[in-house]
């Protein structure tokens, strides 16, 4: 098939080209996002491959449907960005990654609450400056805290089992609970129950309707004061005003974020000599118990290669008229 990529850089080039050797597509690699306005470069191509911060709403399918394509390849499991009703109506079949990595996003929460609870990225800004002096760096053991995990899917799960090993007690929320989870020794419990129990909250599920803005200012006021926020899932699934307020008052400790609600406009570029246009993201940077990483968990070796080959596993498959079992999101 003819693929137009979107919203490319140079290591997607790199496994995906390592990738097709297999599988043989045509492949326009382009670096624009896909937005409305740039939708008609997918004239002439059979499918488009995007990524989370492409915009897939009616407006830009309706447009890729009328230029012929058929299928939109999403290289990411998350796909809250997609119009499904659009897509469906138009006649375009998704596909996704439902689980890439999940390791990668697991170790790098972990990593999240480790730089947070033992200061590092304010330790390592120091000893460049030459100062090598101990006081605010006092951290906190993870043996025996209280980390909440909300949702067990694959991600979840994973951090789970790490924090376990930690010696953490791990309380969870989902709405379909794991049994492997359980047998860990981990607690099921309501949400409520969880943010009032956790000296740790970490953010490991989609985003829905019913999930958008899960953690606002109701959900900080149940939190034990000066717990930890991590949100390595989707941005909107924290409300970042109330969260800044609550970091204002003391009310929440640290926060750790690799996805922000309004990251389109920053994340996955150089934006280095630019004055940042949004306030509450500025703002956020300024706490020095905030961590921010740019939708970096993903970023592995292990995980661009597992996205490459799916993605091109799954347009094949679809190319040759098979079933795609949990790939596929459209149509039925």
């Known amino acids: 098939m003819k693929i137009a990529f979107f919203n490319t850089k140079q290591y997607d080039r790199r496994f995906f080209d390592t990738a097709n050797a297999e599988h ?20 002439g191509h059979d499918a488009v491959c995007a990524f989370v911060n492409d915009s897939l709403d009616r407006q830009v399918l309706a447009s890729l449907a009328a230029d012929g394509v058929t299928l939109v390849a999403l290289r990411s499991a998350g796909f809250n960005h997609v119009d499904v009703g659009a897509a469906r109506e138009f006649g375009l079949a998704v596909v996704r990654v439902p689980a890439y990595s999940p390791h990668s ?13 033992r200061r590092i990225h304010r330790a390592h800004a120091r000893v460049r400056e030459g100062n090598f002096a101990l006081d605010g760096l006092l951290g906190r053991e993870l043996r025996s805290r209280t ?5 067990t899917g694959r991600i979840g799960a994973a951090v789970a089992r790490i924090l376990r090993g ?8 989902d709405v379909h609970p794991d049994p492997e989870i359980e047998a860990l020794g981990a607690s099921y419990v309501p949400l409520d129950v969880l943010l009032a129990g956790s000296d740790i909250v970490t953010l490991h599920c989609p985003l829905t309707p019913e999930t958008h803005h899960l953690i606002d200012a109701r959900a900080i006021s149940l ?12 941005g909107a699934l924290i409300d970042t005003p109330a969260v800044v307020e609550a970091l204002k008052s003391g009310d ?13 406009d920053l994340f996955f570029e150089d934006l280095s000599d630019r004055v940042i246009q949004d306030d509450v993201f500025s ?3 300024t706490f020095p118990n905030v961590i921010v990483t740019g939708h970096q968990a993903f970023f592995t070796e292990e995980a661009l290669r597992a996205i490459a080959e799916t993605t091109l596993a799954n347009v094949s498959a679809f190319a040759r008229g098979e079933s795609l079992d949990e790939a596929v999101l459209l149509p039925d």
């Not at 996003?105 to 609870?117: F, K, N, P, R, Y």
């Not at 980390?147 to 949702?151: K, W």
């Not at 930690?166 to 929320?173: D, E, K, Q, S, W």
């Not at 929440?252 to 389109?264: H, I, K, N, P, R």
């Open 147 to 151: 980390a909440g995990v909300v949702g």
């Open 252 to 264: 929440l400790g640290s926060l750790g974020l690799d996805v922000y609600e309004e990251e389109a």
């Open 166 to 173: 930690f010696g953490c007690r791990i309380l969870a929320y």
């Open 283 to 285: 703002r956020l940077l």
């Open 24 to 43: 043989g597509h045509s492949i326009s690699y382009l670096e624009p996002r896909l937005t409305a306005e740039t939708a008609r470069l997918a004239q």
């Open 105 to 117: 996003v697991a170790e790098h929460t972990v990593g999240l609450i480790l730089a947070l609870d």
């Open 223 to 234: 939190m034990r004061t000066g717990a930890m926020l991590i949100n390595t899932s989707r």
